[in-house]
C-alpha cells in the first residue's frame, strides 16, 4: 500500500524551529517530485515547497523563502522541511505529497498521494 506519513509538528514559539519529515512506504520516493503544503483553519491548502527526485531543484513561496528548507535522503526515502525563524501565521496542518513535476508546485491536482499532516502551532 502507497503511503505518505509526516511527522515532526508540534508547539514552537515565535522565532523557533522546526524540522517535518515525510516517509514513503509501499514505494520509491526518488521516483517522485515532492511538495509540501499547509493549511490553516478556514484558508485554502498553500504550497509551501517542492524538491525535484534528486534534490538538485527547490522551489519556495514567498512567505516561506529564507527560513525553510526542503532536503530529501533518498537512500531513507524521507523528505524534510527545516523550518526556522517560525512566525504565527505558519500556523497550519503541513501536508506532503509526490507528484510529477515541481513546475507548478502550487497546484494539488498535480499530486497524485498524499499524507495526512501534522499539526505545526507557533504560539508564545
Known amino acids: 500500500q502507497l503511503q505518505l506519513v509526516e511527522s515532526g509538528g508540534g508547539l514552537v514559539q515565535p522565532g523557533g524551529s522546526l524540522r517535518l519529515s515525510c516517509a514513503a512506504s509501499?514505494?520509491?520516493?526518488?521516483?517522485?517530485?515532492i511538495g509540501w503544503f499547509r493549511q490553516a483553519p478556514g484558508k485554502e491548502r498553500e504550497g509551501v515547497s517542492c524538491?525535484?527526485?534528486?534534490?538538485?531543484?527547490?522551489n519556495y513561496a514567498d512567505s516561506v523563502k529564507g527560513r525553510f528548507t526542503i532536503s530529501r535522503d533518498n537512500a531513507k526515502n524521507t523528505v524534510y522541511l527545516q523550518m526556522n525563524s517560525l512566525k504565527p501565521e505558519d500556523t497550519a496542518i503541513y501536508y506532503c505529497?509526490?507528484?510529477?513535476?515541481?513546475?507548478?508546485?502550487?497546484?494539488?491536482?498535480?499530486?497524485?498521494?498524499w499524507g495526512q499532516g501534522t499539526q505545526v502551532t507557533v504560539s508564545s
Open positions: 509501499g514505494f520509491t520516493l526518488d521516483t517522485y517530485v
Open positions: 524538491t525535484s527526485r534528486s534534490g538538485g531543484s527547490t
Open positions: 505529497a509526490a507528484g510529477g513535476y515541481c513546475s507548478g508546485y502550487k497546484t494539488t491536482a498535480r499530486y497524485s498521494y
